[in-house]
Nanobody, 120 residues
C-alpha cells in the first residue's frame, strides 16, 4: 500500500507563486515516477509534470517555463514550484506515483488532491 499526502495549495493572485509538496510512504520501490496532474471543473485530468527517480522531468507545454518539478528521493517527496500563475491554472492538483512492482506489474497511486485557485 502506498499513501500520498499533498500540501501547499491555496488561493493566489495572478502572477503569484505557490509550492506544492507530496510525501509518499508505504511500499515504495526505488525506481518510480512521481508527479502532478490537475483537473479543472468540467475538464479531464491532465498531466502537469512528472519526474523519475533518476531526476528526468517531463513538463506539460502549458506550464513549461513557469512550473518546476523536483524531488527528494531520500524523503520520497516531490515538489512543484509554480510561478507566474494564471487564471487557467485553477484546478485540483493531484499527486501521482507510478511504479513497477515485481510479480504485480505497473501500479498507479493518487493523492487526495489539493485545490489551487488563481483569482484576483
Amino acid at each position: 500500500q502506498v499513501h500520498l499526502v499533498e500540501s501547499g495549495g491555496g488561493l493566489v493572485e495572478p502572477g503569484g507563486s505557490l509550492r506544492l509538496s507530496c510525501a509518499a510512504s508505504g511500499s515504495i520501490f526505488g525506481i518510480n515516477t512521481m508527479g502532478w496532474y490537475r483537473q479543472a471543473p468540467g475538464k479531464e485530468r491532465e498531466l502537469v509534470a512528472t519526474i523519475t527517480s533518476g531526476d528526468s522531468p517531463t513538463v506539460a507545454d502549458s506550464v513549461k517555463g513557469r512550473f518546476d518539478i523536483s524531488r527528494d528521493n531520500a524523503k520520497n517527496t516531490v515538489y512543484l514550484q509554480m510561478d507566474r500563475l494564471k487564471l487557467d491554472d485553477t484546478a485540483v492538483y493531484y499527486c501521482n506515483l507510478r511504479q513497477v512492482v515485481p510479480l504485480e506489474g505497473l501500479q498507479y497511486h493518487w493523492g487526495q488532491g489539493t485545490q489551487v485557485t488563481v483569482s484576483s
